[in-house]
Structures are given as structure tokens and as C-alpha cells.
């Protein structure tokens, strides 16, 4: 039984008939800001663990005790307040930018 082949048509569309659409700009603002929040959450962490061995080996070097909260309070955490500001605009700009293509 020899089947026969069906005769394939190549259909051409304009690309000015494909649409795309857009996310919104809800979409693109809260994707912003978990980009930025999770940078900035991972940046904390680091940032928080190389204050505390910082603060060991200072300890260890001067033999005396040091409170390790300062490297959160005055290091870690307004480091990464900073990183989130500066990845939400980065993120922003980027997301936007993509956006608009």
C-alpha cells in the first residue's frame, strides 16, 4: 500500500500582522522590584558574613571582644538598602527597555 504524500503550501505572514503584545506596566514595575529585592536579599547574606569574619579577625587581632551586630547594623544592612536602590533603577531601566522593543 503506497500512500501519497500530501502537498505542503508555505503560507507567508506579514510581520505586520503578528502582534505581540506587551506586558503591562504593573507587570514590569513589580518584576522591578523582585529582581531588586532578591539582589538585594542575597547581597544582605554576603555582605553580613564577610562583616562578621571581618570583625573576627579584628578581634582576634586586637584581643579584644567585639559585638558582631555592628557589622549588621552599620554595615550589612544599609549596604544592601543601597544595593536595592540601585538594582531597582537598574532593573527598571532594563525592564523597561525591554519592554519597549
Request: proline share 2%.
Amino acid at each position: 500500500m503506497n500512500m501519497s504524500s500530501i502537498e505542503m503550501k508555505e503560507i507567508r505572514v506579514p510581520s505586520t500582522l503578528i502582534l505581540e503584545r506587551r506586558p503591562s506596566v504593573t507587570y514590569t514595575v513589580l518584576k522591578s522590584v523582585a529582581t531588586a529585592l532578591a539582589l538585594a536579599v542575597m547581597s544582605f547574606f554576603v555582605l553580613n558574613i564577610l562583616a562578621i569574619a571581618f570583625l573576627a579577625i579584628l578581634a582576634a587581632a586586637t584581643h579584644r571582644a567585639v559585638d558582631f551586630s555592628l557589622g549588621y547594623r552599620y554595615f550589612a544592612a544599609t549596604s544592601a538598602l543601597g544595593i536595592f536602590v540601585t538594582a531597582m533603577i537598574g532593573s527598571l531601566i532594563f525592564f523597561f527597555r525591554e519592554r519597549s522593543r
